[in-house]
């Protein structure tokens, strides 16, 4: 069974710029999450997929950010325009439903370099 | 929002060695805790979910206990070796979102 899987893995942008990040869940996986790990400090939640729908957003930073995902399968994250503090790793994760009891599988995320 | 708390950030251990380190958290809305173990330039790997006080899991030479009512997870490693050196992160579930805490960085010194 395949892993979760992100493209790209490393991407290197100016500031002003768009990026447009993917994610591909386990299939099967109704769940996907985005994450986002400034350096140094904490992993933190970005959002919250259950197939389609989004069902928490809350950890979205603004409205520069905006994520997808068609038909409940891969989903997309889209920083337009990108600034310097968008900086840091952005992983994705997935799971069966099962509200916070369930393992969630993490992809080895996409380093993003805003300059 | 949750406050998660690692301790220590760091750590170091002789090979061999039993270790352990703290994930504490606010007792109240708890609604699972995960464990996860992390090496450099890979993804987060799931250790454990964890969701009843006195929950006890164990794999291998890893181990993790859960008291809820007083806010805190233990992880232990019994025996270290080198391939344990990893970041390792608890993240408690309040039923609404994940909260990661910033991890306790072991390093396993052959």
Known sequence: EAGVTQFPSHSVIEKGQTVTLRCDPISGHDNLYWYRRVMGKEIKFLLHFVKESKQDESGMPNNRFLAERTGGTYSTLKVQPAELEDSGVYFCASSHWRRGQETQYFGPGTRLLVL | ?110
């Open chain 2, 1 to 110: 929002i949750l406050n998660v708390e690692q301790s220590p950030q760091s750590l170091h251990v002789q090979e061999g060695d039993s270790t352990n380190f703290t994930c504490s958290f606010p007792s109240s809305n708890f609604y699972a805790l995960h464990w996860y173990r992390w090496e450099t330039a890979k993804s987060p790997e799931a250790l454990f979910v964890m969701t009843l006080n006195g929950d006890e899991k164990k794999k291998g030479r890893i181990s993790a206990t859960l008291n809820t009512k007083e806010g805190y997870s233990y992880l232990y490693i019994k025996g270290s070796q080198p391939e344990d050196s990893a970041t390792y992160l608890c993240a408690p579930h309040d039923g609404n979102q994940f909260y990661f805490g910033t991890g306790t960085s072991l390093t396993v010194i052959p």
